[in-house]
């Protein structure tokens, strides 16, 4: 087995940097929380564990994979997160190479036989024997080990012995490898209290890189998440205060960009008001679905044949469509942006409805009759299906210029313009009139019948694409009799106006 041993400090500032009441620094340089940083290392080896002050990989069984040890060390060193850097000490067990460790944080000089000549101060589990251990001579781990292992483990335990053999590679490690949980929760202390929006997402900031990182090593997108914070007061100005606030945010398509997530919430703390000081942050993951990633050109565009729009999604400048819409959601509220559904009804205006641009995709109703196959398709045999195109029925003649041609309503030839109620038009010695005139059909009629599963009234019509005496066009119907065959005054409805 071969260990490494790494340690994280925050990056040192360079040289003619702004003064410490300068800017804060960018989202994206939050430090991770220290359990984030098992989950970023678990990308390089599924042996990762916890021991002490270090994070310990066992790299005997991947190394290879990495092009070498020395490889997998840059490999490390060059993807650490921003704003730290990382210390990488190896060993022949973890606590060997947590002992070198330490002496490289101490500045120590590193001994030449190991664990030999490694000092005694470097093992944890002698650490409460120090003392006693110096006035038998014990210095290094090695005096310790060359003492009769009965009267050691009589006088000084169990433990320490262990950790030598341990040491020795006499026993296997037996530490927990750290495991991504398949939910992601998190908490954080505020270094002072908070009363401001604007502190608030500060705060976050740390918890949304740990939020990236459980993203990554889960191979997951965030579709909604839930920011809480606990209130400091119990009551204020005689009122009973809730012990907690929230918040919400969810996005159209899986993200692990912390950044659009952090515009998001900068939108929603602004329309937040904190009722009381906080001291206590919570990040948690609500919904999450599968990462494909982004598929990109292996064409660069300066390659003679490479597409023009082959990397638009690196260069291209602005924000994607649905950031935007989530962004625009956030501000103004879920209500005053919606995005057209559609929905399976042959009735025109059933064919689509409206929802929150920004919400969570709902499943399209099937408006079809319960039990049929596809959508459309009717085993009654006593009545039509939905027709939109097909044949007229028997008995029915067009109107229009004598001896003219006139072709069938099809889909090329509906109106842009829907209305979204169709609008009752008054009758005149039976045809339809619109502004006080009487119109004149074109086209027709086209036969529709649907919903006569429904209870209710069932739609039954026939349209026609009509003119009125300033050329403008209209696209109208009539109501029939419906299927079940009761009588009902004639009506006609206009459904659609063409540009």
Not at 94 to 104: D, H, I, K, N
Not at 250 to 259: G, I
Not at 285 to 297: I, K, V
């Amino acid at each position: 087995m071969h260990w490494l041993a790494l340690q994280w400090l925050p990056e040192p500032a360079a040289s003619g940097e702004a003064a410490p009441d300068a800017a804060p620094p960018q989202p994206d340089v939050a430090c991770p929380t220290p359990e984030s940083l098992g989950w970023w290392a678990l990308q390089f080896t599924p042996h990762v564990a916890w021991l002490d002050e270090a994070l310990m990989l066992e790299v005997s069984a991947c190394e290879r994979l990495w092009g070498g040890r020395r490889a997998l060390m840059r490999q490390i060193g060059a993807s650490v997160p921003p704003g730290l850097k990382v210390r990488q000490v190896t060993g022949a067990t973890s606590l060997e190479a947590l002992a070198r460790m330490r002496l490289y944080i101490a500045r120590q000089p590193q001994p030449t036989r190991l664990p030999d000549d490694l000092p005694l101060e470097t093992l944890g589990a002698a650490a409460p024997h120090l003392q006693v251990l110096a006035r038998l001579g014990c210095r290094t781990w090695g005096d310790v080990a060359a003492l009769p292992r009965g009267p050691l483990v009589r006088r000084f335990g169990a433990a320490l012995r262990e950790a030598l053999d341990l040491a020795w590679g006499l026993r296997p490690d037996g530490l927990p490898w750290l495991q991504v949980p398949d939910s992601f929760e998190q908490r954080l202390e505020l270094p002072m209290l908070a009363q401001s929006a604007t502190e608030l997402l500060w705060a976050a900031q740390r918890l949304l890189g740990a939020l990236r990182l459980w993203l990554q090593a889960r191979q997951r997108g965030a579709l909604a998440i839930e920011l809480s914070w606990t209130l400091d007061l119990k009551r204020l100005d005689g009122a009973e205060l809730p012990r907690s606030q929230q918040l919400q945010v969810r996005t159209a398509e899986p993200t692990q960009d912390m950044a659009h997530l952090r515009r998001l919430l900068a939108e929603r703390l602004a329309l937040t008001q904190l009722i009381a000081p906080t001291g206590w942050l919570r990040l948690r993951s609500l919904e999450t679905a599968d990462w494909q990633g982004r598929t990109r050109s292996l064409l660069p565009p300066s390659l003679p044949g490479a597409h023009a729009g082959a990397w638009a999604e690196e260069g291209r400048e602005g924000e994607p469509l649905h950031q935007l819409l989530e962004k625009l959601s956030a501000r103004l509220g879920a209500p005053q942006v919606l995005a057209a559904q559609p929905v399976q009804d042959h009735r025109p205006e059933g064919r689509q409805r409206w929802r929150p641009a920004a919400g969570p995709k709902a499943a399209v109703p099937d408006k079809t009759r319960p039990g049929t196959g596809r959508p459309g398709q009717h085993t009654n045999a006593r009545h039509p299906a939905s027709n939109l195109g097909g044949a007229r029925p028997a008995g029915e003649q067009v109107l229009g210029e004598p001896g003219s041609v006139l072709p069938d309503i099809g889909t090329g030839l509906l109106p842009a313009w829907l209305l979204r109620e169709p609008r009752l038009l008054p009758v005149q010695n039976g045809e339809p009139c619109h502004g006080g005139a009487p119109l004149r059909r074109l086209a027709g009629p086209q036969r529709l019948e649907t919903a006569w599963w429904e209870s209710g009234r069932p739609a039954a019509r026939d349209y026609y694409i009509a003119q009125d005496a300033a050329g403008a066009l209209f696209w109208i119907y009539r109501e029939r009799a419906t299927l079940a065959g009761t009588e009902a005054p004639v009506r006609w409805y206009l459904q659609g106006i063409y540009a």
